[in-house]
């Protein structure tokens, strides 16, 4: 089955910085590679995703990027804010699969300090 | 609109007592997931709805758990006869599937088990 791995488990970075978090995945038919935040004793909310057929998507501060044939993806947050402090989630799915199920990393605990 | 609610938010109870965690997803939300968070860890796949019916399974750690879907609506989590290993947190999550994959995530329900 689909495993994921993330890296760094932790991140700390000053304001102003940029943030970079990567994933790289197992299963070459997964096609769904979404990025959860966690913000302490709150649900996952998605921040962004991309699909397979596309190799980068920006969202404002925000970006990823995708290597099929490295089967690896990133997570770019440029400008970083206190805000932005978080626990953040990598995950891997195959759309249109029989279930969906979102494969995810242990995740990053992010720290920017102001 | 609402989104995806959970009940209870934190439940203790015994080693060997039985537990029901209940989910309420977005009305409209034909999958639903069911995930497990331990402390420092990712999310753990358990099992996916569509409908009412569960064609995946795999993700249930052993046949102490199982769970139910009452339609396009509520699902139970139930954990027989409890370790303390189950403690973790439980989320659960839905989309529109076929329109977004998007999964949205309940809260959660905290389970300590002394």
């Known amino acids: 089955g689909e495993n994921v791995e993330q890296h760094p488990s932790t991140l700390s970075v000053q304001e102003g910085d940029s943030a970079v978090i990567k994933c790289t995945y197992s299963?070459?038919?997964?096609?769904?590679f979404p990025w959860y935040k966690q913000e302490l004793g709150k649900r996952p909310q998605l921040i962004i995703d991309?699909?397979?057929?596309?190799g980068e998507k920006k969202d404002q501060r925000i970006a990823v990027t995708l290597n099929k044939t490295a089967k690896h993806f990133s997570l770019h947050i440029t400008e970083t804010q206190p805000e932005d402090s978080a626990v953040y989630f990598c995950?891997?799915?195959?759309?249109?699969?029989?279930?969906?199920?979102?494969?995810f990393g242990t995740g990053t605990l992010l720290a920017v300090q102001p | 609109g609402a989104g995806v609610s959970q009940s209870p938010s934190n439940k203790v109870t015994e080693k060997g007592k039985d537990v029901e965690l209940r989910c309420d997803p977005i009305?409209?939300?034909?999958?639903l997931y069911w995930y497990r968070q331990s402390l420092g860890q990712g999310l753990e796949f358990l099992i996916y709805f569509q409908g009412n019916s569960a064609p995946d399974k795999s993700g249930l750690p052993s046949d102490r758990f199982s769970a139910e879907r009452t339609g396009e609506s509520v699902s139970t989590l139930t954990i027989q006869r409890t370790q303390q290993e189950d403690s973790a947190v439980y989320l659960c999550a839905s989309s529109l599937q076929g329109v977004s994959y998007e999964q949205y995530f309940g809260p959660g329900t905290r389970l300590t088990v002394t």
């Open positions: 995950a891997a799915s195959l759309r249109g699969g029989a279930t969906n199920k979102l494969i």
């Open positions: 299963d070459s038919a997964s096609n769904y």
């Open positions: 991309i699909r397979s057929n596309v």
């Open positions: 009305s409209g939300h034909t999958a």
